[in-house]
């Protein structure tokens, strides 16, 4: 079935409210890591896995959070009603794209976990490799399954605006 003027608008607001909800859910895990680890991070020996493990936690949501509000900043669910079905068609490519990126970083961010859990059997510190691993295996697996999901989730319009 053809795309008519009337259904652009409301896929263009559609596509880009799930962006913004997207990110509001990256901010959430942001925060309730934050939450967690911030306080766990400060009650826990320094010289354990646990404490890395808390620390990197911490300092890798921090960059979530940002990466969240400005997410939400940039989403203009209701800007892109006057979009042309060239100009939906490109942002939705871009945005895919992103996210296709971003899924070929989560598999690098859990294969350097692997690889920090491997070195850390001959290291001088071996509870701090072992502690950014497991945040690494974590903070990776989550984002790998949020962006492979949001992926899937928003590639639904790219068939609306048959692309």
């Known amino acids: 079935m053809p795309l008519s003027a009337v259904d652009l608008p409301a896929i263009n ?41 808390h620390f990197m936690n911490v300092a890798w949501n921090v960059v979530n ?13 209701n800007g892109v009603a006057g979009l042309s ?20 970083l ?14 850390a059997a001959t290291a001088e510190r071996p509870e701090r490799l072992r502690g950014y691993a497991q945040s690494l295996w974590l903070q990776g697996g989550f984002l790998l399954c949020f962006d492979l999901g949001f992926y899937f989730a928003y590639h639904q319009f790219a068939a609306q605006l048959g692309g």
């Open 65 to 77: 959070t940002l990466l969240a509000v400005w997410g939400i900043l940039r989403a203009q669910p």
């Open 106 to 119: 989560d598999v690098g961010y859990v294969l350097i976990g692997y690889w920090l859990h491997r070195r």
């Open 13 to 53: 607001h559609a596509r880009e409210l799930m962006a913004e909800h997207g990110m509001g859910l990256l901010g959430a895990w942001a925060l309730l890591n934050l939450l967690v680890s911030g306080y766990r991070v400060s009650r826990t020996d320094a010289r354990t896995a646990a404490y890395h493990f």
């Open 85 to 104: 079905l060239s100009d939906s068609l490109a942002a939705q490519r871009s945005f895919e794209n992103l996210l296709l990126l971003n899924v070929g």
